[in-house]
Structure formats: structure tokens, C-alpha cells
């Protein structure tokens, strides 16, 4: 059973920056990536980036690219997000997230999620 921990959440100025984490256990090699979603509210779940899990394939959501960084330590079984110049439209729940079925964007390609952590960035 694939469980996902997420933690690092909380509330920033904008500008800041924040380094999420998601810790993972009983991760089998049916599991291709690793992805991060949020989901602000009254609106979707939408997503944010995704890697292999054992290689260094990365896709980033247009709105974040370039201030972004997913990343993993395969030894500690842990994916992070590295957050920088946050901007108060980054307020969201985020959800860390495994995936059988390839690197996607899709949450529904996504077979198992975390609790999510709140992140709230002040203007």
C-alpha cells in the first residue's frame, strides 16, 4: 500500500519561498511518477509538476515554470517541491501524487494521494 506524507506548508509573504515535501512508503516498482497538484478554493485540482521516479524527466505547469523545482531522493523515498517567488495566486492545498501510468498532468493518471498542505502566500 502506497501511503504519501506531505509537509513544509504554510503561510509566506509573496516573494517568499517554501520547500514542500512529500515522503513516500510502500513504493513498488509499478510506480513511474511522482507529481504535485493544487487546488485553491472553489476551484479544481489543477497540476502543478511531475518527475520519473527513476529518471530525470520533469514537466512543469506553465504558471510555475521557471519558479519551481520538483526534485526526489530515491534513498530517503521523498519528492520535494522548492517553491520561489511565491505569489499570492499560489494559495492552494497541495497534493503530492503517485502514478502506475506514465508522466502526466492528468490527476486521474494519478492513483494515490496525500492529505495535501496548505499554502498561503499575503500579498
Known amino acids: 500500500q502506497v501511503q504519501l506524507v506531505e509537509s513544509g506548508g504554510g ?7 517554501l520547500r514542500l515535501s512529500c515522503a513516500a512508503s510502500g ?8 507529481g504535485w497538484f493544487r487546488q485553491a478554493p472553489g476551484k479544481e485540482r489543477e497540476f502543478v509538476a511531475t518527475l520519473r521516479w527513476n529518471g530525470i ?19 530517503k523515498n521523498t519528492v ?11 494559495t492552494a492545498v497541495y497534493y503530492c501524487a503517485a502514478s502506475a501510468l ?18 498561503t502566500v499575503s500579498s
Open 11 to 17: 503561510l509566506v509573504q509573496a516573494g517568499d519561498s
Open 27 to 34: 513504493l513498488t516498482g509499478t510506480v513511474y511518477a511522482m
Open 57 to 75: 524527466s520533469t514537466v512543469y505547469a506553465d504558471s510555475v515554470k521557471g519558479r519551481f523545482t520538483i526534485s526526489r531522493d530515491n534513498a
Open 80 to 90: 520535494y517541491l522548492a517553491m520561489d517567488n511565491l505569489k499570492p495566486e499560489d
Open 102 to 119: 506514465g508522466l502526466s498532468i492528468r490527476s486521474n493518471d494519478y492513483a494515490y494521494w496525500g492529505q495535501g498542505t496548505q499554502v
